[in-house]
């Protein structure tokens, strides 16, 4: 009969992962992410990561939001794999190009900030995609919603994919059936969707983005009728039919700063700020109770949103000796 493996021989191979992982050149090296990945090889990571992402919030509020969606926008293309951090450069189209992080997506001096912070602790030893995993979760504590353990290991992609930062990640105008197809594209489903979502709680958006709802939704010039006409009226105030593209919303105008399910009793309410954000009211039954669900039970939303960020967390990422450790986000090594 086999021996029971004592806690020294589980602890030692823990520690070893990394190394074992890193040397293992197959295809497919079985190597997976888990919390305690830097255990060993840098221990302050964490406690870093989060002192930085800590000062950042404190200075701008804002900033939680910004970091939370960056992660995001790596995910969904990809996979988790820092390729939104990538300037353009020789063969390198930069994702910040693409239309859903043109002139939006931000929080790349931050993560600046930090990787530089853990050079100086641990050289070449944690990810880009790691610390945009770390800051995602420490973003969602320091403004008050749940927290969770970030399961690490991956490694920083060689490339970045434009015309996949445009086609997959979900946009503010599409429909039901296409943002659940781009969830399920990626191994999240329904719940998933509804639940992420939830991040909309913090943050804001541009009146570019949600201007059709105002003036003209269904190309009749007619204004959506699923929002709140009042809120309307109040939205056009600073969304004029034309100018003032930039001018910045809060997506969750009860308690904008707060991470709350104040988000889905808006929904509830008919105001919702994007249309992607209030189909899920309209357009779909089985989103519309798990909105219910989660308008009623805070707590409900915070065990789900966990869940779904660990399982977003594991698109696809590079593992073993895939990809590099960048010594600069913006940049491959050379």
């Not at 701008?60 to 988790?80: N, P, Y």
């Not at 010039?221 to 709140?228: A, F, I, K, R, V």
């Amino acid at each position: 009969m086999a021996k029971p493996m004592s806690f020294l021989m589980l602890t030692t191979l823990l520690a070893l992962a990394p190394l074992l992982c890193f040397s293992l050149k197959t295809k497919s090296s079985g190597c997976y992410l888990y919390p305690q990945f830097y255990d060993r090889s840098c221990p302050k990571a964490r406690e870093i990561v989060k002192s930085v992402v800590a000062k950042a919030v404190a200075k701008e509020t804002r900033m939680a939001a910004s970091l939370l969606r960056l992660h995001f926008h790596d995910c969904f293309v990809k996979g988790c794999d820092a390729s939104i951090l990538l300037d353009s450069s020789g063969t390198i189209i930069s994702e910040k190009r693409s239309n859903p992080n043109r002139n939006s997506a931000r929080g790349f001096e931050v993560v600046d900030d930090i990787k530089s912070a853990l050079e100086k602790e641990c050289p070449h030893t944690v990810s880009c995609a790691d610390i945009l995993a770390l800051a995602a979760r420490d973003s969602t504590v320091l403004t008050g919603g749940p927290s969770w353990e970030v399961p690490l290991g991956r490694r920083d992609s060689k490339g970045a994919s434009l015309s996949g930062s445009n086609g997959n990640i979900p946009a503010p105008n599409n429909t039901f059936q296409t943002i659940l197809t781009k969830f399920k594209l990626k191994g999240l489903d329904m719940v998933d969707l509804v639940a992420l979502s939830g991040s909309h709680t913090i943050g804001n958006s541009r009146c570019t983005s949600f201007r059709q709802r105002l003036y003209n939704q269904s190309g009749n010039g007619q204004p959506d009728y699923t929002l709140d006409q009042l809120h309307a009226i109040q939205l056009r105030t600073r969304c004029p039919r034309s100018g003032g593209d930039q001018n910045l919303f809060f997506l969750d105008f009860v308690s904008p700063t707060k991470f709350d399910n104040s988000y889905f009793k808006n929904l509830l309410a008919s105001k919702g700020l994007l249309n992607s954000d209030q189909i899920l009211v309209t357009k779909n039954e089985g989103s519309m109770e798990l909105v219910k669900k989660y308008a009623e039970n805070n707590e409900l939303f915070f065990q789900q949103f966990a869940k779904s960020m660990i399982k977003m967390g594991n698109i696809t990422p590079l593992t073993g000796s895939k990809g590099e450790i960048r010594k600069n986000c913006r940049r491959i090594n050379n």
